[in-house]
């Protein structure tokens, strides 16, 4: 069982900014802390902007910032609506697929049941209580945990 | 979320075979019906016996039918064997992955459950709860969908 990588990133950028949520940050400053490219993050931006889970400020010194509490979004909210468009196994595409078994499968409903288990354990979480309480300095991020294991051998 | 598509087709193989669980089928067979390639299925297949759900039937008749009752057969149990080396998110892979957020990262936990919570809605299902009682008829198998959707087309 797979999620996009795009809705790990953009878990990943509602956390960071939930950590200074009086602030904006510039995109340049986001990307390299969270090690991601522009490209990826703008595309992650403008979906977390138009679900209305970020709002952007303007300018020269413009960024972006969390458009509600963090207390207020859902992380089952946030991976259900980016992830609307794929499908869990065949069956579930728009074209319902080319299962020969279809007409009398019962595991399509299974599945769903499954799929809606894993989102309603998700509904009942929001952003705030992903960051813990020791939070994350903004300017000192801890290093990838790759990053930490090459130290650590010596490389 | 996704499931690999080798899984959709493990199950459906099992569903195939639990329609007639005390006939052996050639795989020849279950390629036609299933509309899979041979060589994906002696994949699945071989996951399917090395994983104790089916057993081979050897000879120049031979072929492959379940190892166990289909109520013994647990759709959790099925999945998440052969999903065991996937990881929902990059967090989750074996080397860590290069997240700078994990150690102060809550959201992984949440995941984990959300996953535990998928996988207990299906270890409360089995093989026997997926076939509907109308019964599947291992010569007259449905047509897939597209192929019912081309023809009321008139294609």
Known sequence: M?????????????????????????TDV???????SRNHLHKIVQFLTEAGFLRTVRG????????MPADKIRIGDVIRRHEQNQSLVE?????GGACTLLP?????????????????????KTLADC????????HELPKPAR?????????
Chains 1, 2 share one sequence.
């Open 131 to 138: 960051v813990a309480s020791s939070g994350a300095p903004t």
């Open 91 to 95: 069956c579930f595409r728009s074209d």
């Open 30 to 36: 986001l990307a390299r802390e969270l090690v991601m």
């Open 2 to 26: 797979r999620l996009l990588a795009s809705t790990d990133l953009a878990l990943r950028v509602l956390m960071r900014l939930s950590t200074a949520p009086d602030q904006h940050v510039s």
């Open 60 to 67: 020269a010194h413009g960024g972006v910032m969390l458009a």
């Open 147 to 155: 990053a930490r294991e090459a130290e650590r051998r010596g490389a």
């Open 104 to 124: 009398v499968c019962r595991l399509r409903g299974m599945l769903a049941g499954a799929q809606q288990a894993f989102y309603q354990h998700l509904d009942g």
